[in-house]
């Protein structure tokens, strides 16, 4: 699918499937697209061309009743909880409106489950949570409730953009658990969109990085992690800090910044800062090609 | 003699309900070309700390007692006009935003004027501005852009700006307070790279105030852990990561994924920090600890050496 915006190539010709049950991590930097990306996934954003394929159907296609229909079946969780939450509503109603806005039950069966789910994702007894505000919670708690909110609605598809960046760092590990648990018990496929390549490696089956609207390596999460291809991935991968002070770091910088993605460079869009670049990575932009069983990546030049 | 000391500090803000120690008995001591890492998450009181040592803890907190000594100076008691020259001058201060931190309306060239000509009045503006181009072009900013507004700056280039005001007027502290939370991957990467040549080059003394045990794995010498206003354990940095002693330190750094590390598990903590207007009794963290004992609830540990490094847990107090 292609988006455009004010002749922003946000996302360009990115090409992607996700089998039912599977956590693809979409991961990239600022200007990588990997959040239109996203939003393009529920069509919260107009694509400018392309499809997007949910269970057989064309959701670019789709319109008005359709696709509220549809979009029961997919939700997204921000990665503000405090930005997705009214101030001025209560917790369990925030959560049971989510239910009514889909008409789904009576209203005493949309609270019953409501005080389920609040109980599902950790918040007991939920007649202690139901009637608090966002403020009354901690980060970990309010995103929880986020949590709740998508889930409540038996969605087949979460997409989650940084589910637990504005969460404390000894509390991630929590939220992450009990969306694993989730995705057991719902039998959900996740999209999570991050730029922290360490809970990317934590929770998800398959990566695809992104640079500037496009993808550049995609495979399962062991292929791209430990055998890394393109040289924006080895860039990545050695920026990462590492919490041990014996560790030897070999970084890989690559030289100047992200470009703006209004005027991405011709041929490789990763060629003016890449350190292997050759004559031919400026005129030739790569396609995406299978490298390695499983495991694609856009790159002439790929680091076998 | 050390750079910056600080004995007993207690900063406490004036609140509806109580008085909250935002900063309880904090003492903490660095050696000049040594670099101290902050670490600690959501209240825990490590910004406030950072900003007590300029006197610059917004109202209505205050200062409520303690000592701060940076090279020499009183700062807690010394004039309004000492604090000022110590400012910029002696310390150098990168607070947590750059965009916040930065006047939208005002050139960087400005800034840089201002900050120059506020301590050293005599400079005329062309000699500032040739002052600032040199500090920027050693952070990698070519010296056309004196004439940019921040929000013509990407977040990694904005951050470089900021450590180049902070470095301006050649401190031999710098402070830097969540340097780089908010940038991407690599920027990260370079600012970190930066900070450490910066560190041998002018050979600065560096207090680094963070929740990312990673950056503070690569560049300190010694860390201090703050939990709900307190130090929790305070000793060397390979000796910390080798062998976390406080419960609270041992999840930390369990809740941290390692990429290097195959298989890992990661843990949390549950709960959350405690509401410091209503402390619990006793110890502080005990309602979160896995080893939470009798004495736990009801007598606050104190601070005490074992094995090289101080720690403030009643399971290494056999007194």
Redesign the interface.
Known sequence: MTSQKSFVHAVDDVSFSMDRGDILGLVG??GSGKSTTARLCLKLIEPTSGRIIFEGVDLAKLRGEELRGFRRNIQLIFQDPTASLSPRIRIGEAIRHALSFQNVGTASEQVERTRVMLERVGLKPWSSFYDRYPHQL????RQRVVIARALVLNPKFVVADEPIAMV???????I??LMLELKKEFDLTYLFIT?D???A??VCRTIAIMYLGKIVEIGPKEEV?EKPLHPYTL?????????????K?E?I??KG??PSPINPPKGCRFHPRCPYAQTTCSEQEPELEQIAPNHRAACAYPRT | MPLLDVQSLVVEYHALKADVKAVDRVSISVEKGHTLGLVGESGCGKSTLGLSTLRLVPPPGRIASGRITLDGIDVVNCSEEEIRRVRGKRVGYIFQDPMTSLNPVKKIGAHFVEMIRTHEPEVAEADALKRATKVLGRLGILSERINDFPHQFSGGMRQRVMIGLALALGPDLLIADEPTTSLDVIVEAQIIELLKELKESLRLTLVLITHNIGIVAETADQVAVMYAGRIAELGETDGIFAEPMHPYTQALLNSVPNITKKGQVLSWIPGAPPDLAEPPPGCLFHPRCPHAFDRCKKEEPQLLKHNGTEVACHLYDKR
Do not use: T, W
């Not at chain 1, 404390?168 to 929590?174: K, N, T, W």
């Not at chain 1, 860039?235 to 560790?247: F, Y």
């Open positions: 930097e600022s901690s980060g970990g708690q404390d760092v000894s509390v991630r590990a929590q992450l658990e730029h390549l360490a809970m490696n934590y992690f860039a990545l991968l050695s920026s990462i800090p590492v919490p041990d002070p014996k560790a770091l970084r910088i690559p910044e992200i």
